[in-house]
């Protein structure tokens, strides 16, 4: 039993086929290993999203309104309006009136973020006066500080017509969403709407608001919108023509926030892409060379890494 030799290590035996540079065998070799570099990158960059130009994830927002509006209401022959704005009320004094604005924040889970927003702007009404087409443009702060840092003025903006002149009440239900033109960069601390006020400068002109606000990459918008015109208040069983109510419903909800990914995100993601092809390719060769060399189809030298059955 001491006498008797163990196997204790076991490897195949090994047979190196050799080949001049310039044979066949070798520019066979030469052509399938660059192919197997090459082509899977090739394959890689052909298909879509290869090197990837965008990025996104959700994120909560902190919002807060600012206790800031500009409301108007038209009907037949009449215009209403109120801000908290004193340069464009002093400009519309003719058409002012002092409503009721109630607003409120919601935070359902208590997590110190406001998953809702309610607000309501009653104007009173005198005589025959009715409410036909309602404008209403509210501001609030909105952050973002997961992945991108974002500090903005942003606004909601209401723009309801109705034909019919006998409603009391406009309600406008949604959720409050991120809208961008452009990508925000990866690394991107942006507060260049955190600095300015939407209704500076006014001078009575509501359109060049909205135009400012508009062309701005980032706002914020009501998206999906549900309105609806009735004649009934809430908890009133009668209707009240003495007054129009506009009542604003928001959810906030997880944003989709739209950004330019780093150099490290697009490097992974276009190696991620190349791995997946070149396993697929390196399957192929692996048949394709085993085919070739294995039933010595392109001549060779055969070099065996060992004498057979030689004993060490």
Request: a neutral charge; proline letters at 5%; hydrophobic letters at 45%.
């Amino acid at each position: 039993m001491l006498s008797r030799r163990w196997t204790v290590h076991r490897r195949a035996l090994a047979l190196k086929q050799r080949a001049l540079p310039l044979s066949l065998a070798f520019l066979f070799h030469a052509l399938l290993t660059v192919c197997l570099w090459v082509l899977p990158f090739l394959i890689a960059f052909a298909t879509p999203s290869f090197w990837v130009k965008e990025g996104y994830y959700y994120e909560v927002p902190r919002t807060h309104f600012k206790h800031q509006l500009v409301a108007m209401f038209e009907g037949p022959g009449t215009l209403l309006t109120w801000s908290t704005v004193p340069e464009w009320n002093s400009l519309q004094s003719a058409h002012l009136r002092l409503p009721s604005v109630k607003a409120r924040e919601v935070d359902n889970n208590y997590d110190g973020i406001t998953d809702e927003f309610h607000a309501s702007v009653a104007m009173p009404l005198v005589g025959s006066e009715s409410i036909t087409h309602v404008y209403a443009m509210l501001l609030f702060q909105y952050d973002l500080k997961d992945r991108i840092r974002l500090a903005m003025e942003t606004a909601i903006y209401v723009d309801e017509a109705n034909s019919a002149g006998d409603h009391s009440v406009l309600t406008v239900q949604g959720d409050m969403h991120l809208a961008q033109r452009r990508p925000l960069n990866h690394r991107a601390h942006r507060t260049i709407y955190n600095t300015t006020d939407l209704f500076e400068d006014m001078n009575g002109d509501f359109a060049s608001v909205l135009y400012k606000y508009h062309i701005r990459n980032e706002t914020t918008q009501i998206y999906p919108k549900y309105t609806f015109w009735g004649t009934y208040d809430e908890g009133v069983p009668q209707p009240s023509l003495s007054q129009f109510k506009l009542v604003l419903q928001l959810k906030i909800p997880q944003q989709r926030v739209i950004y330019q990914p780093g150099f490290f995100e697009t490097m992974k993601f276009g190696w991620v892409q190349y791995m997946a092809v070149f396993w697929l390719v390196w399957g192929v060769f692996y048949v394709v060379r085993w085919a070739v060399f294995g039933h010595f189809l392109l001549d060779t030298y055969c070099v065996y890494d060992r004498i057979p059955n030689k004993d060490f």
